[in-house]
């Protein structure tokens, strides 16, 4: 039970006390010694679960599923230098996703620092590279300030990750209560008259908006608005971490290339271009110099991120503030909009043609089609299988935004974070479908222990072709016509991911056709608990 609030808390009951009146309701973690006293502290609670991950970068990539799909901070404690150090990757994936959350590690007792004890280390410093404020706790009375400053920061725009090393005997020692919780203000509205007047005179099939991730987290209804005011067609950003719009809807034209050529060529036919959000134009590979749009054309950027604009391609005019109180403000004043004669609500691009449920051998298409038409409603898709990705997203058919979450960069995510996921949408009813490749899979195939052990809802799909065959296409593009490969194949010896999976006390079963497709994803989305199928792709050579 908690611990009487009048008298002064160690430091680690004061940890669960902020953490409760910042609403976390989840601690994922991977406990060590230097944490005994946190874990000690939460077991004496019974308003914080301890989500139990057994490596550090599954642990925070939990943590990162949970924060996407919640929106609210996460909230995760790792075990000194060797810890932090294994989340490091998944802290990556955070970072470029902007995704609150506060990372904690537990520091070696401060009184023996200068010996150098086994797993001390300067936690701030390798931490500070990939979070937005990286900070070792000093004294008792610092560390309620500290956490509280943590999830302020995790939650102002630019939202991402924070980090705060935790000394182990500041955890056992009392010290003040917890310092009242600061809000976190957003900032007001940006002015939106000179953009109302340069869209008044744009035709609106002259238009091009293109949502970032900001739009699906924190403006998905006014991102919706917008663009039925304007009837004006929306893509995706370049690089997404999540869809920021409806793709069920008349006006969604899909993500843009994550080439600057790719860019250039959907966005050629377009005089204004409205960017909602940051990052919207990222390059995957390989290189090109640009530009991304034409020279007559105008890009105009509204983010509530001050240094994003102008970055990959100039922008005449940058507004700064709050993204849902501006796109509304701008949609109110365009309310009164006139709409010509040749200005109609252009036609969305028709949903694939379903390739579901038949005999023949299963290729990247056929698995993606399949996989949408035995969706359930409202379920949430977490995508980490390259092979696959193009043609699932063509095929969703997603009604709400947020529904479908991308790698934000190193692979071993999708896994974790489904975890995450699952535990956001708990009491819900929703479904969670996590499609990853055989290579993305053996990242953190530690996850599915975690799944089980919480009986979530998530059917794991693992799309197995036996190499790694993103990196096969982008040596093609490097070197076509070379084929002689090295390290790229995993097939000798071949994994058998049905055992893995029933390893970590997850049900599971391999399947090789359309029709076998179709009745284990229907199956799995029947039960109650995490169900993984392997797909056995035909294997097929490498683009040239």
Not at 171 to 200: F, I, K, M
Not at 330 to 338: G, Q
Not at 441 to 447: E, K
Not at 472 to 494: E, F, S, T, V
């Amino acid at each position: 039970m908690p611990q009487d609030r009048f008298v002064d808390p160690t430091g680690a009951e004061l940890v669960c006390r902020i953490l409760v009146d910042e609403g976390v309701t989840h601690v994922f973690g991977n406990p060590g010694t230097t944490e005994i006293p946190f874990v000690r502290a939460l077991a004496r609670r019974d308003d914080i679960e301890y989500v139990l991950g057994l490596q550090e970068a599954t642990v925070v990539a939990m943590a990162d599923g949970l924060a996407r799909l919640s929106g609210r901070p996460a909230f995760v404690s790792l075990h000194a230098a060797a810890g932090l150090g294994n989340g490091i990757g998944a802290l990556t994936n955070a970072a470029a996703a902007h995704v609150p959350m506060v990372v904690t590690a537990g520091q070696q007792d401060q009184r023996h620092l200068l010996s150098g004890p086994v797993l001390a280390g300067d936690l701030a410093g390798l931490a500070e590279p990939t979070v937005k404020w990286a900070h070792e706790v000093r004294t008792r009375a610092e560390v309620g300030p500290s956490l509280r400053r943590a999830f302020r920061l995790a939650l102002s725009p630019p939202t991402g990750p924070v980090f705060l090393s935790l000394p182990m005997n500041l955890l056992d020692e009392r010290g003040p209560r917890a310092p009242e919780r600061t809000p976190a203000s957003l900032r007001g509205a940006a002015p939106v008259e000179e953009l109302t007047g340069l869209l008044a005179r744009t035709p609106a099939h002259e238009i091009a908006l293109v949502y970032g991730d900001e739009v699906a987290r924190s403006a998905a209804d006014e991102g919706v608005a917008l663009a039925e005011a304007l009837r004006a067609p929306v893509w995706g950003a370049s690089w997404p971490s999540a869809n920021p719009f409806p793709t069920t809807h008349a006006l969604w034209r899909g993500y843009l290339p994550p080439t600057a050529s790719g860019i250039h060529e959907t966005l050629s036919d377009r005089r204004l271009v409205l960017v909602l959000g940051a990052r919207a134009f990222l390059a995957y590979f390989p290189y090109a110099p640009g530009p991304v749009t034409d020279a007559d054309t105008r890009v105009v950027q509204i983010s509530a991120e001050p240094d994003d604009a102008g970055r990959t391609t100039p922008v005449e005019l940058a507004l700064h503030g709050d993204l849902r109180a501006t796109i509304a403000r701008l949609s109110t004043a365009l309310t009164d909009r006139p709409c010509s004669a040749d200005e109609p609500a252009p036609a969305g691009p028709e949903a694939a043609a379903e390739q579901a449920g038949s005999d023949g051998p299963l290729d990247a298409r056929s698995v993606a089609h399949t996989l949408a038409a035995t969706l359930p409603d409202d379920a949430v898709v977490l995508d980490e299988a390259p092979v696959t990705t193009d043609d699932l997203r063509q095929a969703l058919r997603l009604r709400r935004p947020n529904r479908y979450q991308w790698v934000a960069g190193g692979l071993g995510w999708a896994m974790p974070a489904a975890v995450g996921a699952a535990l956001a949408a708990a009491g819900e009813g929703k479904r969670v479908l996590c499609v990853v490749g055989d290579g993305s899979a053996l990242y953190s195939p530690q996850a599915l222990w975690t799944a089980a052990r919480h009986r979530l809802p998530i059917t794991y799909v693992v799309v197995n072709n036996r190499e790694y065959r993103v990196l096969k296409d982008n040596w093609q593009i490097h070197a076509p016509g070379d084929h002689d490969y090295l390290a790229l194949d995993l097939d000798h010896p071949r994994i058998d991911f049905v055992a893995l999976a029933r390893s970590m006390g997850v049900e599971a079963r391999s399947v090789t056709n359309g029709e076998e497709l179709r009745r284990a994803l229907l199956d799995s989305h029947r039960r109650e608990g995490p169900f993984l199928v392997e797909v056995r792709l035909v294997t097929q050579r490498a683009r040239p």
